[in-house]
């Protein structure tokens, strides 16, 4: 494969997204949505172990006392180490879903929705403290995606998938967001943008559903580097490993055709592709 990429592991999941490297464990984290499944993955043992869960999950993230919050359907729920569950915020909206979802240097949770009929407007982006405080960040979005924040924690990276921009906030004091700007405009390359993470330099890294791709920009927007994948429909990325210079890319297979996309719904690695950022555990 093109650039060194590797396959991490080997399979079809129907839609695999949100890679989290937890550093307390030294595990991957990512969930596969449609099949309802929270998976970890131990690169140095190659190791896999996969939680079921009860409704689609869009995420799954550490949290600081162990155990997991999920971005469910009907909601963002709580599992702990144990494995019981118990409900943060129960919101059931019929046709409606969780999607992508990060944790913020605070340790507050943002988390999006979608309409399972992609409606625009549809869905939203919400911040949850580790009490279960709620504050609706922003309303009326269409298919909530990829998060990231500045090194130093003072601008947050978001995209609404079929917008194809990658835009940016100013982080203010009370936890909210300001001055919206667009940073990348994407609609002149392939594919749309769907997860995202930003490494040690502050350059975020965009997974393009239906591009074959991941692109890292620099902060002003700029497009300076191309890794190649071989699927069609890349979701996401994240960086992973000793160093956290591995970066780790999920896909979905489906909609592909396993004749000609038979890696689709892989994670694949890029080892050494640079330097990320660590990732904070939720603090509820």
Not at 62 to 86: C, K, Q
Not at 205 to 221: D, L, M, N, S
Request: hydrophobic share 35%; aromatic share 8%; with cysteine.
């Amino acid at each position: 494969m093109a650039d060194g990429l590797e396959i991490a592991i080997r399979g079809r999941a129907e839609l695999g997204e949100g890679p989290t490297w937890d550093p307390a464990t030294e595990r991957l984290i990512w969930v596969d949505i449609l099949s309802s499944r929270v998976h970890l993955f131990d690169p140095a043992t190659g190791r896999r172990t996969v939680l079921p869960t009860e409704q689609h999950v869009g995420a799954a993230k550490p949290r600081a006392g162990g155990g997991f919050v999920v971005n469910l359907r009907d909601g963002v729920g709580l599992y702990e180490a144990s494995g019981t569950f118990r409900w943060l915020r129960h919101e059931p909206v019929p046709g409606r879903r969780g999607n992508d979802a990060a944790v913020a240097p605070d340790g507050s949770l943002w988390a999006g929705t979608m309409r399972y009929d992609e409606r625009q407007g549809g869905g939203t982006l919400e911040r949850l403290t580790g009490e279960g405080e709620v504050r609706r960040v922003l309303p009326d979005v269409t298919v909530s995606n990829g998060l990231g924040w500045s090194p130093d924690g003072s601008v947050l990276y978001y995209i609404d998938t079929p917008t194809r921009r990658v835009d940016a906030f100013r982080v203010t004091g009370d936890g909210g967001v300001a001055d919206r700007r667009t940073v990348v405009d994407t609609a002149d390359l392939p594919g749309f943008p769907d997860g995202l993470t930003v490494d040690a330099d502050g350059c975020p890294w965009v997974a393009f559903w239906e591009g074959g791709a991941v692109c890292r920009f620099t902060p002003e927007g700029k497009r300076d580097r191309i890794v190649p994948v071989p699927v069609s429909r890349p979701t996401a990325c994240a960086f992973g490993g000793p160093g956290l210079a591995d970066l780790y890319i999920t896909t979905a297979a489906t909609g592909t055709d396993p004749g000609t996309e038979p890696l689709a719904g892989s994670v694949f690695v890029l080892p050494g592709a640079g330097r990320g950022l660590p990732q904070p555990a939720f603090a509820g």
